[in-house]
């Protein structure tokens, strides 16, 4: 009895253990339950353009982007409007349309207008509710900034001129007078010498700008040079009111030709004998002081040259009488000129180089093997001096010994030596260094006419006609027929190549009725003239400058060394030879080309010895330099328009008259 009493006593306290533990356990849990805080709403991002404005300022922020907010809890989606706003930079709701998503732990933000441009605005959370409405949260100063705007330029124009077009615009007035039309309000601090300019070669020229909201108006404080290439630059900095990004432009233009004259105007008759007596002083004033030969160029110290040395002798002839120095002053000079090739000069079987020391008679070499007889260019200066020998008077005593000097010059050079061991063809050069290296035939058409004739016309060293026909004419292949704006060309390159094929062999040699089997020669320098005339009018290139006043294609200086300009070979160089010493063939075409380049360019391209060398306008470059081959045939084809005196006298010779009997040509 006792040990059931024992054991039923202790199921009991078992029991009541068991309920007090469970009583415990409800009462810790009830304790703990009472005692856990309720978890806080928080955000996990703010998205706007991949950036987070948790971490600060966002910027570069487009116009309609929308903002994404990650919340670590759901969150109310009712009037969130009230609890949501963007305000801009001056404090002002701007209007939002807002949505929820992933059940409610997301929010998307679209502005219901687009921001402005370059503005800053910020976001702020109010009292906004989980979604059991437990908890709220409240923010400030969530802030990002817009894109700045595009400042766009809507016109630029100058006297009616749109920049805006494609390529280099031309003929801009020189009173400079640019508005800038632009999509917005400019800032005006940003418009200064840093933004705004304008260049000439590199070299900035000063303007004055003025603004009128959204008008920039650009004038130069002095007139610009005609015919010069400027570069406007309105750069990038330049911004619009608000910030507007600007995204920068540059116009390359060029100026119009300034129409004023800039010297007096005098007759034409006046005007070509003042063009010949200024060209005269390169070869009187220039000459060089011991030989009297020509130099060169303009600064080539003691280089003298023999083909415009020959183009200087005859110059002498224009020069007496036109009055510009006296008959003794002319005699005395060539006197020391024909000593000079005479006794100092180099020759090579009687031909002279190309280029002498003007003061020892040395040779200059031309190139690496051209240091011996150049036999073009001694044909040049024999041209000239047999037509200074029919010039002067064998009954004076002085000028009878420069005759018997000429004569003496003039036979001693065999003509026959450069036909190579016997060959039916002239050769251009044959050094005592280098033999016959340099292997260049004298073959035509070119400016090489004059060299057969004189070796034909030689009584000590001739050549057969058969040199002529199978050399020189190439048995007929010098044959062109072809014709160029309408003008037929009986011989040569396409359009005739350059224009002084016209004229160095035709400085003594009398083209007005001159024939053979192959041209009427004439005919040849008139339509050449006239082709080249009218390729410069026609300026298919489109070059600055060409016109029915301005043209002529010749060798040449240019803006990049020397070249033989031709239509096919057109650099956009103007050279003042071309035109000018074509005055016999395109009287005038050729009188209106020297009208303009005098009176409307002279300020740039007429100097102390006569028209300079070339120009070229695209280029903005107008050559310093003077040429003795080019500055020749401007006196002496002028002369020859004037008077035909130096095509009378070179005719005259019995030997040229021989000569062309010789070769077939018919001249009377």
Same mark, same amino acid.
């Given at each position: 009895?006792?040990?059931?009493?024992?054991?039923?006593?202790?199921?009991?306290?078992?029991?009541?253990? =068991? =309920?007090?533990?469970l009583?415990?356990?409800?009462?810790?849990?009830?304790?703990?339950?009472?005692?856990?805080?309720?978890?806080?709403?928080?955000?996990?991002?703010?998205?706007?353009?991949?950036?987070?404005?948790?971490?600060g300022?966002?910027? &570069?922020?487009?116009?309609n982007?929308?903002?994404?907010? $990650?919340?670590?809890?759901?969150?109310?989606?009712?009037?969130?409007?009230?609890?949501i706003? %963007?305000? !801009?930079? #001056?404090?002002?709701?701007?209007?939002?349309?807002?949505?929820?998503?992933?059940?409610?732990?997301?929010? $998307?933000?679209?502005?219901?207008e687009?921001?402005?441009?370059?503005?800053?605005?910020?976001?702020?959370?109010?009292?906004?509710?989980?979604?059991?409405?437990?908890?709220?949260?409240?923010?400030t100063?969530?802030?990002?900034?817009?894109?700045?705007?595009s400042?766009?330029?809507?016109? %630029?124009?100058?006297?009616?001129?749109?920049? +805006?077009?494609?390529?280099?615009?031309?003929?801009?007035?020189?009173?400079?007078?640019?508005?800038?039309r632009?999509?917005?309000?400019?800032?005006?601090q940003?418009?200064?010498?840093?933004?705004?300019?304008?260049?000439?070669?590199?070299?900035?020229?000063?303007?004055?700008? @003025?603004?009128?909201?959204?008008?920039?108006?650009?004038?130069?404080?002095?007139?610009?040079?005609?015919?010069?290439?400027?570069?406007?630059?309105l750069?990038s900095?330049?911004? &619009?009111?608000?910030?507007?990004?600007?995204?920068?432009?540059?116009?390359?233009?060029?100026?119009?030709?300034?129409?004023?004259?800039?010297?007096?105007?005098i007759?034409?008759?006046?005007?070509l +004998?003042? /063009?010949?007596?200024?060209?005269?002083?390169?070869?009187?004033?220039? &000459?060089?002081?011991?030989?009297g030969?020509?130099?060169?160029?303009?600064?080539?110290?003691?280089?003298?040259?023999?083909?415009?040395?020959? =183009?200087?002798?005859?110059?002498?002839?224009?020069g /007496?009488?036109?009055?510009?120095?006296?008959?003794?002053?002319?005699?005395?000079?060539w006197?020391?000129?024909?000593?000079?090739?005479?006794?100092?000069? #180099?020759?090579?079987?009687?031909?002279?180089?190309?280029?002498?020391?003007?003061?020892?008679?040395?040779?200059?070499?031309?190139?690496?093997?051209?240091?011996g007889?150049d036999?073009?260019?001694?044909?040049?200066?024999?041209?000239?001096?047999?037509?200074?020998?029919?010039?002067?008077d064998?009954q004076?005593?002085?000028?009878?010994?420069?005759?018997?000097?000429?004569n003496?010059?003039?036979?001693?050079?065999?003509?026959?030596?450069?036909?190579?061991?016997?060959?039916?063809?002239?050769?251009?050069?044959?050094?005592?260094?280098? #033999?016959?290296?340099?292997?260049?035939?004298?073959?035509?058409?070119?400016?090489?006419?004059?060299?057969?004739?004189?070796?034909?016309?030689?009584? +000590?060293h001739?050549?057969?006609?058969?040199?002529?026909?199978?050399?020189?004419a190439?048995n007929?292949?010098? @044959?062109?027929?072809?014709?160029?704006?309408?003008?037929?060309?009986?011989?040569?390159?396409?359009? &005739?190549?350059p224009?002084?094929? +016209?004229?160095?062999?035709?400085?003594?040699?009398?083209?007005?009725?001159?024939?053979?089997?192959?041209?009427?020669?004439?005919?040849?320098?008139?339509?050449?003239s006239?082709?080249?005339? $009218?390729?410069?009018v026609?300026?298919?290139?489109?070059?600055?400058?060409?016109?029915?006043?301005?043209?002529?294609?010749?060798?040449?200086?240019?803006?990049?060394?020397?070249?033989a300009?031709?239509?096919?070979?057109?650099?956009?160089?103007?050279?003042?030879?071309?035109?000018i010493?074509?005055?016999?063939?395109t009287?005038?075409?050729?009188?209106?080309?020297i009208?303009?380049?005098?009176?409307?360019?002279?300020?740039?391209?007429?100097? !102390?010895?006569?028209?300079? #060398?070339?120009?070229? *306008?695209?280029?903005?470059?107008? @050559? $310093?330099?003077?040429?003795?081959?080019?500055?020749?045939?401007?006196?002496?084809?002028?002369e020859?328009?004037r008077?035909g005196?130096?095509? !009378?006298?070179?005719?005259?010779a *019995?030997?040229?008259?021989n000569?062309?009997?010789?070769?077939? =040509?018919?001249?009377?």
């Amino acid at each position: 009895m006792r040990d059931f009493i024992d054991s039923n006593m202790n199921l009991q306290l078992l029991r009541l253990s =068991f =309920f007090v533990l469970l009583i415990g356990m409800i009462v810790v849990t009830g304790c703990n339950e009472e005692e856990q805080p309720s978890q806080s709403l928080e955000i996990n991002s703010i998205q706007v353009q991949n950036q987070d404005l948790l971490d600060g300022l966002a910027t &570069g922020v487009e116009l309609n982007a929308p903002i994404i907010i $990650s919340f670590n809890l759901p969150i109310s989606s009712t009037d969130l409007s009230s609890s949501i706003t %963007i305000k !801009d930079q #001056d404090g002002q709701n701007i209007g939002i349309e807002i949505n929820t998503f992933n059940q409610n732990k997301n929010i $998307s933000i679209y502005p219901s207008e687009n921001y402005q441009h370059y503005s800053t605005y910020t976001l702020t959370f109010t009292n906004l509710p989980s979604e059991d409405g437990s908890v709220e949260f409240s923010a400030t100063d969530f802030s990002f900034q817009t894109i700045a705007g595009s400042l766009v330029m809507e016109s %630029i124009i100058s006297d009616g001129n749109d920049l +805006t077009k494609s390529g280099t615009q031309k003929d801009i007035s020189l009173n400079l007078d640019i508005q800038v039309r632009f999509s917005a309000g400019l800032d005006e601090q940003t418009i200064n010498s840093d933004n705004v300019f304008l260049k000439w070669k590199g070299i900035k020229i000063p303007i004055n700008t @003025a603004i009128r909201e959204n008008l920039l108006t650009i004038t130069a404080k002095e007139p610009l040079k005609y015919w010069n290439e400027y570069e406007l630059v309105l750069d990038s900095a330049i911004k &619009g009111i608000g910030a507007y990004a600007f995204g920068g432009f540059q116009k390359a233009f060029i100026t119009e030709l300034d129409s004023s004259y800039k010297f007096e105007e005098i007759s034409d008759d006046a005007l070509l +004998t003042k /063009i010949q007596e200024q060209t005269f002083k390169y070869f009187w004033d220039y &000459g060089h002081p011991t030989s009297g030969l020509s130099r060169e160029r303009l600064n080539s110290g003691e280089t003298v040259t023999i083909g415009g040395s020959g =183009f200087g002798v005859m110059s002498i002839i224009v020069g /007496i009488e036109r009055g510009f120095i006296s008959r003794e002053e002319g005699v005395n000079r060539w006197l020391k000129i024909v000593n000079f090739l005479q006794t100092k000069a #180099d020759r090579f079987h009687g031909v002279w180089p190309h280029w002498l020391n003007g003061e020892t008679g040395a040779t200059r070499p031309f190139s690496t093997y051209d240091d011996g007889g150049d036999l073009v260019e001694s044909a040049f200066m024999l041209q000239g001096l047999l037509t200074v020998r029919q010039y002067l008077d064998d009954q004076n005593t002085k000028e009878a010994e420069i005759i018997s000097k000429i004569n003496e010059l003039w036979n001693e050079v065999e003509w026959d030596w450069y036909q190579q061991n016997g060959q039916n063809v002239l050769y251009w050069h044959w050094s005592a260094n280098h #033999d016959w290296q340099m292997n260049m035939r004298v073959t035509g058409w070119n400016e090489s006419l004059i060299v057969y004739l004189l070796a034909a016309s030689s009584t +000590t060293h001739t050549i057969d006609k058969a040199v002529y026909t199978n050399g020189w004419a190439r048995n007929g292949g010098m @044959a062109n027929g072809n014709s160029y704006y309408d003008i037929e060309l009986p011989l040569g390159y396409s359009y &005739g190549g350059p224009l002084f094929f +016209t004229h160095y062999s035709f400085l003594g040699l009398d083209p007005r009725n001159l024939s053979d089997q192959y041209a009427n020669y004439w005919t040849q320098n008139v339509n050449h003239s006239k082709i080249n005339y $009218s390729y410069c009018v026609d300026n298919p290139k489109n070059y600055l400058g060409y016109s029915s006043a301005c043209w002529g294609l010749t060798a040449s200086d240019n803006y990049q060394g020397y070249s033989a300009h031709s239509p096919t070979n057109d650099l956009g160089v103007i050279t003042p030879t071309a035109a000018i010493s074509s005055i016999p063939y395109t009287p005038e075409e050729s009188m209106k080309a020297i009208r303009f380049f005098y009176y409307l360019m002279g300020d740039r391209i007429f100097g !102390d010895y006569g028209f300079k #060398d070339a120009f070229a *306008p695209k280029e903005g470059w107008y @050559a $310093s330099s003077y040429l003795a081959i080019d500055q020749g045939p401007i006196i002496l084809m002028i002369e020859n328009y004037r008077t035909g005196l130096l095509w !009378d006298l070179f005719m005259l010779a *019995p030997e040229v008259q021989n000569g062309l009997d010789k070769l077939g =040509f018919t001249y009377e």
